[in-house]
């Protein structure tokens, strides 16, 4: 079993920023990935950005980049997602994923995840 905590979230002005953080514990050795998706009201479950957990390969959704960057630190157990340059339109719940499966589902498919937080809300104001 893997547990994560996601913290850092709240409200914040068009164009400012935020960082969150996703803190697993227990398995975390069998930890392949971890991403980041997040879900507006009335909308699916969208990827946001994932990280390998071994080789720190990352993956970025169009939609962010050159905003948004996720890392992670090994030491600590823990992943972050750097949000700078906020918009309205990235308002949503922020949740952080673990999969521990070797698999074939793309990394942006939730899928891939068996493992979720609770959830952290961003909302930026316009």
């Known amino acids: 079993q893997v547990q994560l905590v996601e913290s850092g979230g709240g409200l914040v002005q068009a164009g400012g920023s935020l960082r969150l953080s996703c803190a697993a514990s227990?398995?975390?050795?069998?930890?392949?990935?971890m991403g980041w998706f997040r879900q507006a009201p009335g909308k699916e479950r969208e990827f946001v950005a994932t990280?390998?957990?071994?080789?720190?390969?990352?993956n970025t959704d169009d939609s962010v980049k050159g905003r948004f960057t996720i890392s992670r630190d090994n030491a600590k157990n823990t992943g972050y997602l750097q949000m700078n340059n906020l918009k309205p339109e990235d308002t949503a719940v922020y949740y952080c994923?673990?999969?521990?499966?070797?698999?074939?589902?793309?990394?942006?498919?939730?899928?891939?995840?068996?493992?979720w937080g609770q959830g952290t809300q961003v909302t930026v104001s316009s």
């Open positions: 227990g398995r975390t050795f069998s930890m392949e990935t």
């Open positions: 994923a673990a999969g521990t499966q070797l698999t074939l589902v793309p990394v942006t498919d939730t899928r891939r995840y068996n493992y």
């Open positions: 990280i390998t957990w071994s080789g720190g390969r990352t």
